[in-house]
């Protein structure tokens, strides 16, 4: 599905040169809020093209949103979300449908582009992301390496690669504690083939697959900066750009940094693969990126909003930023750089299981996962503290009975 998703979106027809400012001068005042990485950076420009446009880019915006779309009025009036953040959003009914703004001014949208909700479209998707293994092609060439498939062939090859002492650390990781470590988690444990709930929405975690995902991050965390619990995407992205690092699972969102000229010194050297496989399927997730528009802001906000938003997603856009991200915008020409997302879909990876339930066993994870890999606990204990957490989370909300 993927696949043909993103041929369909080769074959749609050539940019005009018609949205390269803006169709409308907007005189309202728009602010948006999301994540900070380079497609967002992309998009926002092509907003600001309208006027009277000020985007907030910033890492932490997933904690900063429910609070702020909560306020009456609200205190942005766009908001970049993804599968998972999505879910908050919803749940205290701070982002408005979008089917009418969009029969008058999302002609340009495809089908794979609106996000339904009980019918109602509630986001607009503009790219596809997930975590898959980014290599250093000239240290693997090197040492006579392939390019490893499952996460066993990982380790050997961190071995390898440590033995050689070609770099500071084999492997880079995004562990820092919280969601980045819950995320982990959750990629290793599907990749298992774990289910997080039963029938009744109880924590289903405390079983071998558990076990098996901790005892791999372990192993994982022997082969990476020490610091790992405060590394990000930025923080690996920056390992990779500085040559400290040889591989990680990192999103394919930050593919494009890797051959920044102004900031890198791997340029052309850093490639991109699918997510290595665990036990059942390749150990990631696959999610969407998008926009939501504030339900606590006046309809003419709304509307100048929504408007600023779809400026941001053109084709003039993609032509001019089409390798940052894997488009779902008319004009994307899949490149090299969108190999590693078709190839992690086509080994099975599953989309982000977001729900209300999802969101607090993903904190309880963040929370709990580091006591395993400090030694705090052992991974029985640790995966039970974590499923009692969430139990008590789950309860609070009345998710559990």
Same mark, same amino acid.
């Given at each position: 599905?993927?696949?043909?998703?993103?041929?369909?979106s080769?074959?749609?027809?050539?940019? +005009?040169?018609?949205?390269?400012?803006?169709?409308?001068?907007?005189?309202?005042?728009?602010?948006?809020?999301?994540?900070?990485?380079?497609?967002?950076?992309?998009?926002?420009?092509?907003?600001?093209?309208?006027?009277?446009?000020?985007?907030?880019?910033?890492?932490?915006?997933?904690?900063?949103?429910?609070?702020?779309?909560?306020?009456?009025?609200?205190?942005?009036?766009?908001?970049?979300?993804?599968?998972?953040?999505?879910? $908050?959003?919803?749940?205290?009914?701070?982002?408005?449908?979008?089917?009418?703004?969009i029969?008058?001014y999302?002609?340009?949208?495809?089908?794979?582009?609106?996000?339904?909700?009980?019918?109602?479209?509630?986001?607009?998707?503009?790219?596809?992301?997930?975590?898959?293994?980014?290599?250093?092609?000239?240290?693997?060439?090197?040492?006579?390496?392939?390019?490893?498939?499952?996460?066993?062939?990982?380790?050997?090859?961190?071995?390898?690669?440590?033995?050689?002492?070609?770099?500071?650390? $084999?492997?880079?990781?995004?562990?820092?504690?919280?969601?980045?470590?819950?995320?982990?988690?959750?990629?290793?444990?599907?990749?298992?083939?774990?289910?997080?709930?039963?029938p009744?929405?109880?924590?289903?975690?405390?079983?071998e697959?558990?076990?098996? *995902?901790?005892?791999?991050?372990?192993?994982?965390?022997?082969?990476?900066?020490?610091?790992?619990?405060? *590394?990000d995407?930025?923080?690996?992205?920056?390992?990779f750009?500085?040559?400290?690092?040889?591989?990680?699972?990192?999103?394919?969102?930050?593919?494009?940094?890797?051959?920044?000229?102004?900031?890198?010194?791997?340029?052309?050297?850093?490639k991109?693969?699918?997510?290595?496989?665990?036990?059942?399927?390749?150990?990631? +997730?696959?999610?969407?990126?998008?926009?939501?528009?504030?339900?606590? +802001?006046?309809?003419?906000?709304?509307?100048?909003?929504?408007?600023?938003?779809?400026n941001?997603m053109?084709?003039?856009?993609?032509?001019?930023?089409?390798?940052?991200?894997?488009?779902?915008?008319?004009?994307?020409?899949?490149? $090299?750089?969108?190999?590693?997302?078709?190839?992690t879909?086509?080994?099975?990876?599953? $989309?982000?299981?977001?729900?209300?339930?999802m969101?607090?066993?993903h904190?309880?994870?963040?929370?709990?996962?580091?006591?395993?890999?400090?030694?705090?606990?052992?991974?029985?204990?640790?995966?039970?503290?974590?499923?009692?957490?969430?139990?008590?989370?789950?309860?609070?909300a009345?998710?559990?009975k």
């Amino acid at each position: 599905m993927l696949k043909k998703l993103l041929l369909a979106s080769a074959m749609t027809l050539a940019v +005009t040169g018609a949205a390269s400012a803006c169709d409308f001068e907007n005189t309202t005042p728009v602010k948006s809020l999301s994540a900070g990485f380079e497609a967002w950076k992309a998009v926002t420009s092509f907003m600001a093209k309208c006027g009277d446009f000020e985007a907030e880019l910033d890492q932490e915006f997933r904690t900063k949103q429910p609070a702020a779309f909560a306020a009456d009025p609200s205190l942005y009036q766009i908001g970049g979300v993804a599968n998972g953040t999505l879910v $908050p959003l919803m749940n205290e009914g701070t982002v408005r449908p979008l089917d009418s703004l969009i029969e008058k001014y999302g002609q340009n949208l495809t089908a794979n582009q609106l996000i339904k909700i009980n019918g109602e479209t509630m986001a607009v998707a503009m790219m596809v992301n997930a975590q898959h293994l980014m290599y250093r092609e000239d240290i693997l060439t090197e040492l006579g390496l392939p390019v490893p498939k499952t996460y066993d062939e990982v380790l050997a090859a961190a071995a390898k690669i440590k033995d050689a002492g070609v770099v500071e650390y $084999p492997i880079g990781a995004t562990m820092k504690t919280g969601w980045n470590l819950g995320q982990e988690f959750v990629n290793m444990y599907l990749g298992m083939g774990g289910e997080f709930f039963g029938p009744d929405n109880e924590a289903t975690i405390e079983n071998e697959q558990g076990v098996a *995902s901790l005892e791999m991050l372990k192993k994982l965390t022997e082969y990476m900066d020490p610091e790992y619990l405060v *590394s990000d995407s930025t923080y690996v992205q920056q390992q990779f750009q500085q040559g400290k690092i040889a591989m990680a699972n990192l999103w394919a969102s930050r593919a494009g940094a890797m051959d920044d000229a102004n900031e890198s010194q791997v340029v052309g050297k850093v490639k991109m693969a699918g997510a290595p496989t665990a036990d059942a399927r390749a150990a990631s +997730t696959i999610w969407w990126d998008g926009i939501v528009i504030a339900n606590n +802001t006046s309809d003419e906000e709304a509307e100048a909003a929504f408007r600023v938003a779809m400026n941001g997603m053109t084709p003039e856009m993609v032509k001019e930023n089409n390798d940052v991200a894997v488009w779902l915008i008319e004009g994307y020409v899949p490149g $090299p750089l969108a190999l590693g997302v078709v190839q992690t879909a086509e080994a099975g990876a599953l $989309p982000y299981p977001a729900s209300s339930q999802m969101g607090l066993m993903h904190t309880a994870l963040g929370n709990g996962v580091a006591d395993f890999l400090t030694g705090a606990k052992d991974a029985q204990t640790t995966l039970k503290d974590i499923a009692g957490a969430y139990t008590t989370s789950a309860k609070e909300a009345g998710l559990i009975k």
